[in-house]
């Protein structure tokens, strides 16, 4: 039975607001919008149970996490850990980014593009010891889980932390090198989804990343400003054949009425988001997805790409699960448990399916182009293969790791390219549901790809 942890960032804080950066400092203080933030977080939690909350002490979330406490339904007990501090940055604490940058350039410099190398070098009773805040922090998350995930097997926990541990906490129990540290974006008061098949080690799924709509926010701010190139990936609407756990995969089922009004519901999320080109699967229910969210863009012309069409399952498309278990048994257990060692009967297998998507999505990144002085906003609607893949992609995963992706139906994706394919992308915001059902968790069907 699934571990659910539910992760959120602390509201914004007195230094947030200064750009001044924290660490373990315990000065900052939440504002009044931090405040504000913090109850509208409670309230988008206030239909869940949770057997726990734990929260860093450091006050900044502590107080966030005491805002939340009083939405939740059966008074859970607050935790301090140490294990939820943020990230050790003691030669920048207290001071401003802009500082840093001008009197630490070159440490800063790999702090930002090597976050994996960056050291500082402390003074201590024998001269100096060499500190990696960023190793650091990602065997700390490490540790949490190991101690924390036994306590709560089938449970339901809330975690209020930091921007870096948060980060190290996602990147760590999927498997995400801490290189691509800064490719994980959490915003102040943001929602993160994490459902633990099993105990540490085991699969886990990464449900949904930085949800900001319960603060009026139906996407996150760009953080390196609004320049670069943002794709919205979003998956089609539901099929009959989703509704009913039937495998489709290459046979081109169009979308059924609640696939229907899940686009419609897509379209009026994304309304309001400049969008600048659209591509599709030429597939009839993300193309008819895609043409639903466009009738609010009329200007804008889709490109359908043949390469992202959904994956081949061969003889196994047009069977509902229980068919191919009789036939096909060990393959099925197969496809779910190593899903990158199946090869689909007369169908395909997930590297030929990540080579065809993957070069179709950094032909649209560079076709696209990426400026320095403005934002540029694509539109991608494909399938739950095709973006599992491509999100495995950008998180610097493999094949192997679908599973620990969730893409449901309708639901909207965010990565921008601040440099084009010359730097990791930042993962802004992954599979919101929340225009669909309201609520922070996905309840989209669950059926066969």
Not at 90 to 96: A, H, I
Not at 139 to 162: D, N, S, Y
Not at 232 to 251: D, S
Request: proline residues 6%; charged residues 20%.
């Amino acid at each position: 039975m699934a571990t659910r942890v539910i992760i959120v960032r602390h509201g914004q804080s007195s230094y947030n607001a200064l750009k001044m950066i924290q660490g373990r400092c315990d000065e900052s203080v939440l504002t009044e919008k931090g405040t504000a933030d913090a109850h509208q977080v409670g309230a988008a939690l206030s239909s869940l149970r949770f057997d726990a909350v734990y929260s860093s002490p450091l006050q900044r979330a502590k107080k966030t996490a005491e805002v939340i406490l009083p939405y939740l339904p059966g008074s859970p007990e607050l935790l301090t850990p140490t294990g939820l501090l943020e990230i050790d940055l003691p030669l920048w604490e207290k001071l401003q980014k802009e500082a840093v940058k001008d009197k630490f350039s070159e440490e800063y410099r790999c702090w930002k593009e090597r976050p994996h190398e960056f050291c500082m070098t402390l003074p201590n009773s024998e001269g100096t010891k060499e500190h990696f805040p960023v190793l650091a922090l990602y065997e700390q998350a490490k540790q949490f889980w190991q101690e924390i995930l036994p306590r709560h097997p089938g449970g339901t926990i809330l975690i209020v932390a930091h921007n870096g541990i948060n980060r190290c906490l996602l990147a760590s129990a999927l498997g995400i090198s801490p290189a691509l540290y800064h490719s994980i974006q959490q915003s102040n008061c943001g929602i993160n989804v994490l459902n633990f098949v099993g105990g540490w080690g085991e699969l886990v799924q990464l449900e949904s990343l930085n949800q900001t709509s319960h603060m009026g926010d139906a996407l996150p701010t760009p953080r390196e400003g609004n320049r670069g190139l943002r794709l919205l990936l979003v998956r089609h609407g539901e099929t009959e054949w989703n509704r009913v756990a039937r495998f489709q995969g290459g046979i081109d089922v169009p979308l059924n009425d609640n696939g229907r009004k899940q686009a419609q519901q897509a379209a009026e999320f994304l309304k309001d988001v400049p969008i600048d080109f659209a591509v599709s699967s030429p597939m009839l229910r993300p193309k008819e997805t895609a043409e639903l969210i466009l009738k609010n863009h009329p200007n804008i012309n889709l490109e359908l790409q043949e390469k992202l069409k959904e994956i081949n399952h061969g003889l196994w498309e047009g069977k509902l699960e229980s068919e191919i278990k009789q036939e096909y048994a060990d393959l099925l257990h197969q496809w779910q448990t190593a899903p990158e060692t199946v090869q689909m009967p007369e169908g395909e297998n997930l590297q030929q399916v990540w080579d065809r998507a993957i070069a179709c999505w950094n032909g649209i990144i560079e076709a696209a182009g990426v400026s320095n002085t403005e934002l540029k906003t694509g539109l991608i609607v494909a399938h739950d293969a095709i973006n599992k893949v491509i999100l495995c992609h950008v998180l610097g995963l493999s094949p192997a790791s679908i599973w620990s992706i969730k893409q449901g139906n309708g639901a909207v994706t965010v990565i921008d390219y601040p440099h084009g394919l010359e730097k990791p992308p930042i993962l802004q915001a992954m599979n919101i549901t929340t225009h669909l059902s309201g609520g922070v968790l996905d309840q989209t069907a669950a059926g066969a790809l």
